[in-house]
């Protein structure tokens, strides 16, 4: 796949951010994971084999304490950061989060907070979670077959308590999305009846092809089903519309089921890669700073914190990371490098 590697236009709308890579991407966008901690132990993210009984997490103290998360993402938000999405493990695995959220919202030229979930605590905590100034949620789920979904949270979850927790975001006033994974040989033969669930309930849905995160999920190009060919089972269902991104650098390729206001999405990491728009940047549940979700290494943001640092000397640290990025694996990505190049784990980098 062709990647432009020329800086970016000046009249372009990514031509305006004051921090940009090697590439012209400018720094738009936070992952912040709260916890490498998950109550699921979905097969191509955290298999049992892997994430056992005795499986050693992160101790409380090696995590960044809300305190710590508030500081760094005011320095983002300085530096041009207007959304930040709140990932793990599963976030809501972490205590008294409302009170982080609370403390997010409050940052002066934040436009955006979300938060991804795999919908367990979510019925119990929508109320909280939605007054502490939170309005959106993503919810991976990825099959409405109660043995199916079972078998790929291997948690002995069943579909009902996800759904009810959906409803119940919604009742209080969140938005929410519902993200599907999907695996050949997986849950491929849950495409259709997702599109037409949530269709009727009119809540967008956004399939995610299948991707090589971590070293622990048995990826290959052979388990992937690409945009196209999901595009093409749906067009056989519904007639499709296609929609404009909502801002510079958003990943989706969004339609909309024509006659209605549901869209319908495809993140297309592995057929259509969308590197040259990428303007994300990640901070671990330990303070690691990572610019890839493949990345190998990341820069330690929590000893720099811990060391005494001025906000300036933070910033210090932050602004020539990423103007040294030079990432683009979806773009260079192949069977020997999938196999061969280490990768951080996805409980732990966040999605």
């Known amino acids: 796949m062709f990647f432009n590697k020329k800086k970016i236009r000046r009249d372009h709308p990514m031509a305006n951010s004051p921090l940009q890579d090697k590439l012209g991407r400018p720094l738009q966008d936070l992952r912040i994971s709260v916890t490498d901690r998950c109550n699921f132990r979905c097969t191509y993210c955290m298999p049992k084999e892997i994430f056992g009984k005795d499986f050693q997490f992160m101790p409380k103290e090696h995590l960044l304490s809300f305190e710590e998360i508030e500081r760094l993402a005011s320095i983002f938000v300085e530096l041009g950061v207007k959304k930040i999405r709140l990932t793990g493990g599963e976030p809501l695995l972490r205590r008294n989060l409302p009170d982080l959220i609370k403390k997010l919202v409050a940052i002066d030229g934040l436009e955006d907070i979300g938060l991804t979930t795999n919908g367990f605590l979510l019925e119990k905590m929508a109320g909280q979670l939605k007054e502490a100034g939170l309005k959106r949620v993503n919810v991976s789920l990825d099959a409405l077959d ?206």
């Open 146 to 351: 109660d043995n199916l979904f079972k078998s790929i949270n291997d948690s002995g979850v069943g579909i009902d308590r996800i759904l009810k927790s959906m409803k119940k975001a919604q009742e209080v006033g969140l938005e929410v999305k519902v993200n599907m994974v999907v695996k050949k040989g997986m849950n491929d033969n849950e495409v259709v009846p997702m599109a037409k669930y949530f269709k009727e309930q009119g809540i967008a849905l956004r399939y995610i092809e299948f991707m090589d995160v971590g070293q622990h999920n048995g990826w290959n190009f052979d388990k992937v089903i690409t945009k196209k060919e999901l595009f093409d089972q749906l067009s056989n269902e519904f007639e499709l519309e296609p929609m404009d991104p909502a801002y510079v650098g958003e990943v989706a390729k969004r339609y909309r089921y024509k006659g209605t206001n549901t869209e319908v999405g495809f993140i297309t990491s592995v057929s259509e890669s969308f590197c040259s728009t990428c303007t994300r940047a990640r901070v671990a549940a330990d303070g690691k700073f990572y610019t890839c979700l493949f990345a190998a290494g990341g820069f330690d943001l929590k000893e720099v914190l811990r060391s005494g640092a001025s906000d300036e000397e933070v910033k210090a640290a932050i602004v020539p990371t990423w103007k040294k990025r030079s990432d683009r694996y979806s773009d260079e990505r192949t069977e020997e490098t999938a196999k061969n190049r280490k990768k951080i784990e996805m409980s732990y980098i966040g999605g």
